[in-house]
Structures are given as structure tokens and as C-alpha cells.
């Protein structure tokens, strides 16, 4: 599946929900929750949680669970550009671009 054709079943999906309705304002929100939730993620990676609610996880569902919290976070990204009628492809394409312009001077580091 290419990310275009992801970012059109997801929209699908939104408004099969009446999700997609909200606005892009709407969806910003969720997308911080969601970087919060990434943000949890690594962290629980990187130095652990010390939470007595908590079970302990191990590496394989840690590295899941920031796996589906970075979905996530895409996501949103995608819903959001849709509302502005931006394909998720020309993201990409625009990310790639601005890299190389700006740094079209530099050598490779190693």
C-alpha cells in the first residue's frame, strides 16, 4: 500500500465514523495527544517507566507499542493534510526537496 493510498482508506474510515468532520484544529489537538503518546513510548524505551501501575514490558512490546503510537501520529498528519487537500505523497516529495535545497552546499558526513 502506497502512503496515498493509505491517506485515502483512512479518510474513508474517518468519515465512515463522522470523524473527519472536525476540523483541522480539531485534528491538531489529537495529533499533540498523539506525539505525547510517542513521546511516552520512547521514553519507556530509552529510560523506562517507574510506574507501580504499571507491569514491565519487554523490548518486543515496547518497540510495538511505539510502533503503533508513531501510526498514529501519521495518521493525524494524513487526515490533516486531506482537510487541506494536500496528498500525503507530495509530503514527502516536499520534505526531500527542501533537505536537498538547503543543503545542497554540504558534503556528506560520515
Known amino acids: 500500500m502506497t ?3 493509505h491517506q485515502d482508506w483512512l479518510v ?3 468519515q465512515q465514523r463522522n470523524w473527519y468532520q472536525y476540523s483541522p484544529f480539531v485534528h491538531l489537538n489529537f495529533l499533540t495527544e498523539e506525539t505525547g503518546e510517542v513521546s511516552r513510548a520512547i521514553r519507556a524505551i ?3 517507566r517507574d510506574h507501580p501501575g504499571e507491569k514491565k514490558a519487554t523490548p518486543e512490546e515496547l518497540r ?3 510502533k503503533e503510537e508513531l501510526a498514529d501520529a501519521l495518521d493525524q498528519v494524513l487526515v490533516i493534510s486531506s482537510l487541506y487537500d494536500i ?3 507530495d509530503l514527502l516529495q516536499a ?3 527542501k533537505l536537498k535545497q538547503r543543503f545542497k552546499d554540504d558534503r556528506p558526513r560520515r
Do not use: H, V
Open 12 to 14: 474513508d474510515f474517518y
Open 3 to 5: 502512503i496515498t493510498e
Open 87 to 89: 496528498d500525503a505523497q
Open 46 to 48: 530509552e529510560i523506562g
Open 95 to 97: 520534505s526531500e526537496q
Open 64 to 66: 510495538a507499542n511505539l
